[in-house]
């Protein structure tokens, strides 16, 4: 079975700079997908980023970007200039590539434990 | 569009009650789960299921059980509710499985005592 992994319970970042959120995962597939979910304060999760296992190119978007580095099977998100509003609990989740019910696999989520982010002033 | 609803958002329940959620999304997603966050756990699949009128076993299903008698609704039950089931539940949907962005509903705190 697939395990994902956040080694750290709480972060914190000032204002305007920079902080990284670790993740590592365990598979034996070679082709899945990595995503990286936020859950602000009104619980409400949210896609920040997406990275499928087969694209070497980290992917980004806006001040949201992954360090994706197969072989050790870790995948990071760096946030850029931080803002109050990047407050949240993150979560780390795999996929892997599966097939329909009536083939006996199906492709569903596997979550981290999250990562608590506090923004100061 | 409305996206995925949850109904209730809060319920307590006895020892021994029953209950189900309902979730519906308006998405026209064939893929529907449900999960609990408990805390310290992150999230847990329950139940999914991957078209109308199908469903299967995710990683916690003791003590649930799930219908998807219309593309739009996936409804979980509990029979005789326990202390351990109390959690925070989200239902999500998505286009083609776990591949894809799931798109997550507003959640339900249920309390057992």
């Known amino acids: 079975a697939q395990t994902v992994t956040q080694s750290q319970p709480e972060m914190s970042v000032q204002e305007a700079e920079t902080v990284t959120l670790s993740c590592t995962y365990d598979t034996s597939e070679s082709d899945y997908y990595l995503f990286w979910y936020k859950q602000p304060p009104s619980r409400q999760m949210i896609l920040v980023i997406r990275?499928?296992?087969?694209?070497?190119q980290n992917a980004t978007e806006n001040r949201f970007s992954v360090n994706f580095q197969k072989a050790a099977k870790s995948f990071s998100l760096k946030i850029s200039d931080s803002q109050l509003g990047d407050a949240a609990m993150y979560f780390c989740?795999?996929?892997?590539?599966?097939?329909?019910?009536?083939?006996?696999?199906?492709?569903?989520?596997?979550f981290g434990t999250g990562t608590r982010l506090q923004v100061t002033l | 569009n409305a996206g995925v609803t949850q109904t209730p958002k809060f319920r307590v329940l006895k020892t021994g009650q029953s209950m189900t959620l309902l979730c519906a999304q308006d998405?026209?997603?064939?893929?529907m789960y449900w999960y609990r966050q408990d805390p310290g756990m992150g999230l847990r699949l329950i139940h999914y299921s991957v078209g109308e009128g199908t469903t299967a076993k995710g990683e916690v299903p003791d003590g649930y059980n799930v219908s998807r008698l219309k593309k739009q609704n996936f409804l979980l039950g509990l029979e005789s509710a326990a202390p351990s089931q109390t959690s925070v539940y989200f239902c999500?949907?998505?286009?083609?499985?776990?591949?894809?962005?799931?798109?997550f509903g507003p959640g339900t705190r249920l309390t057992v005592l």
């Open positions: 989740a795999y996929s892997n590539r599966g097939l329909r019910l009536d083939t006996g696999t199906a492709s569903k989520l596997t």
């Open positions: 990275q499928e296992a087969y694209k070497q």
């Open positions: 999500a949907s998505s286009y083609s499985g776990g591949i894809d962005e799931q798109f």
């Open positions: 998405m026209n997603h064939e893929y």
